[in-house]
């Protein structure tokens, strides 16, 4: 497996976030195949699949020797111990785990705090995996909130990583209202995000860091959209939901960025 924390960052990344999706351990397995077949000849960018805890042991075997990476959707900040219905860091590295999702708004919504994100994104550090942060505002205001929003979430972040760690993480801006509504942000949105992001990063750090870190963008990609979000969004990749459970769509998203 590619060391997902060495990524070349001139080669777009794309996630697949399959939620709480699909039903049964035959379809994921299904799933899983068409993916690893249909991207076989792929050189061009980095492919990773985030599918529910359950299935990443069969997902892992599937994914051998392919150039299809393994996400998960959520981690535990302890190692080890007695904390019923958690999993760590520790175990998911042991799986072949490469990246955590952490911080998804549905997460969040659930009562998901920036202090548990912090935790998180440490725990998955110190075993050399790559968080996918994911950060963005519910809603977009006139006076432009949503930009302190933002930056307030960073903030918390760079409140308890070195300049280093901040490097091996991944932020995938994700707005609240694009994710699974049909309405994703516009090429120019996402741009001006990425501007924005870089310029607290260089506030925070400094521009060389600022450049370093990879951004993604999530929220309603689609084969429809993908090229030109990707052309003129200036981000690195891509988080995917609903598109990432259909191998076809999901193909043409990755042919988009590669
Ligand atoms: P969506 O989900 O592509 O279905 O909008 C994206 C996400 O939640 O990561």
Known sequence: MIQSINMKKTMSLVVGNWKMNPATMDE???LV???????KENKESYVAIAPPFLYLSEAS???????VLLAAQN???KNIGAYTGEVSA???KDLGVGFIIIGHSERRANGETNEDVNLKTQSALKYRLSPIVCIGEKERDENGYFFTFVENQIRSLASVLSPEEFKKIIIAYEPIWAIGTGNTATEEDVKEMQLFIESILTKLYDRQIAKSVRLIYGGSVKPSNAFSLHQEGGMNGFLVGSSS??????LEIIKAVS
């Open 90 to 92: 520790l175990q998911l």
């Open 61 to 67: 075997k599937k994914i051998k020797n392919s150039k």
């Open 245 to 250: 459970l259909k191998a076809e769509e999901f």
């Open 33 to 39: 195949s068409t993916i690893v077949k249909k991207n």
């Open 75 to 77: 981690v535990y900040h």
């Open 28 to 30: 994921a397995s299904v």
